[in-house]
């Protein structure tokens, strides 16, 4: 980690209240993943807001489902989801029935305590995650994290392959590494999806 890295990791755990806090007063574990997904109403964390979060724990080179967890995020205004429904199904009716988003935010950094975390495409993640520990919890989010997309990213440029953005795809991984199929754009299925393509490229050797 960068010198200015290291600043502002300790700026943040100096700030961070409640779950974060406690957050960073663990040491990550070696080898100890917790896979997370997030379902947003846009791509943008500036503008767009999380609607829901899943998550898998990865211990070794097992996912451990005992420890997985999804919740839907409540929200007190007015702000319809919109066309974003389309994508994920989560209609403004079952919105109005989500764990409060404070809650939701919390259950997720108790789960990732002494883990990195792990993603496909983990920007969003961070990024979403990152705007709601600032809102609820005083500080930003700043974990070590491992990207499925970036890791085949690399594994595929290493060869001379241009990766497209479809073959980057989370179900188009899941097709290539003869991965069974999942309903997408579900948090929790993305979050396992994700977690079973990391075991599947540690299994055929792409670097880390």
């Given at each position: 980690m960068s010198v200015s890295g290291v600043l502002r990791r300790r700026l943040n755990r100096r700030k961070?209240?409640?779950?974060?806090?406690?957050?960073?007063?663990?040491?990550?574990?070696?080898r100890r993943w917790l896979s997370v997904d997030v379902e947003t109403t846009g791509l943008d964390p500036a503008k767009d807001r999380l609607l829901s979060i899943g998550w898998v724990p990865v211990d070794d080179n097992e996912?451990?489902?005992?420890?997985?967890?999804?919740?839907?995020?409540?929200?007190?205004?007015?702000?319809?989801?919109?066309?974003?429904?389309?994508?994920?199904?989560i209609t403004d009716d079952v919105i109005a029935m989500g764990t409060d988003p404070q809650d939701a935010v919390g259950q997720v950094l108790e789960a990732l305590k002494g883990r990195a975390l792990l993603a496909h495409y983990a920007k969003m993640?961070?990024?979403?995650?990152?705007?709601?520990?600032?809102?609820?919890?005083?500080?930003?989010?700043?974990?070590?994290?491992?990207?499925?997309?970036?890791?085949?990213?690399?594994?595929?440029?290493?060869?001379?392959?241009?990766?497209?953005?479809?073959?980057?795809?989370?179900?188009?991984?899941?097709?290539?590494?003869g991965l069974p199929p999942s309903k997408a754009h579900h948090a929790l299925n993305d979050a396992i999806a994700a977690a079973e393509i990391w075991l599947a490229q540690n299994s055929h050797g792409l670097p880390k």
């Open positions: 961070a209240t409640g779950p974060l806090a406690d957050l960073y007063d663990t040491s990550v574990q070696p996912i451990v489902l005992a420890g997985a967890g999804h919740v839907i995020l409540w929200n007190d205004s007015n702000e319809s989801v919109g066309e974003s429904a389309t994508v994920h199904g993640e961070l990024g979403f995650l990152d705007k709601a520990c600032r809102q609820y919890f005083g500080a930003g989010f700043d974990v070590p994290a491992d990207d499925t997309m970036d890791r085949e990213y690399r594994a595929m440029t290493a060869k001379n392959r241009e990766p497209s953005r479809e073959g980057l795809r989370l179900w188009t991984l899941l097709e290539n590494y």
